[in-house]
């Protein structure tokens, strides 16, 4: 049975940090193409990082380059979202899922809110 959850999500004031995590069950992370994407109020889900299988490329959204970093745990099946220098542009719900998968599909997880405010 496939399982997606995220976690690491708060309030935070601009200039933070935050690391959030996404443990997968059912699938491995290893022989997957997995994605961090996000969504405003108002605002269709965007994608905002994504890491191919081998790990050896990485792929991030313009306005988050050098900022966000992601990687992954095979052993623990994780995946992880490094963020730095949060502004308020960057508050969402952050989800985690496996690319080309329904978002509604249990390949994604129902998302852990980021909030930047001062």
């Known amino acids: 049975q496939v399982h997606v959850v995220e976690s690491g999500g708060g309030t935070v004031r601009p200039g933070d940090s935050l690391i959030l995590s996404c443990v997968v069950s059912g699938f491995s992370v290893d022989t997957a193409i997995m994605l961090w994407a996000r969504q405003a109020p108002g605002r269709e889900r965007e994608w905002v990082a994504g890491?191919?299988?081998?790990?050896?490329?990485?792929y991030y959204k313009e306005s988050v380059k050098g900022r966000f970093s992601v990687s992954r745990d095979g052993a623990k099946n994780m995946l992880y979202l490094q963020m730095n220098n949060l502004t308020p542009a960057d508050t969402a719900v952050y989800y985690c899922?496996?690319?080309?998968?329904?978002?509604?599909?249990?390949?994604w997880g129902q998302g852990t809110q980021v909030t930047v405010s001062s």
């Open positions: 890491i191919t299988e081998g790990g050896s490329n990485l």
């Open positions: 899922g496996k690319q080309g998968a329904a978002l509604n599909s249990d390949y």
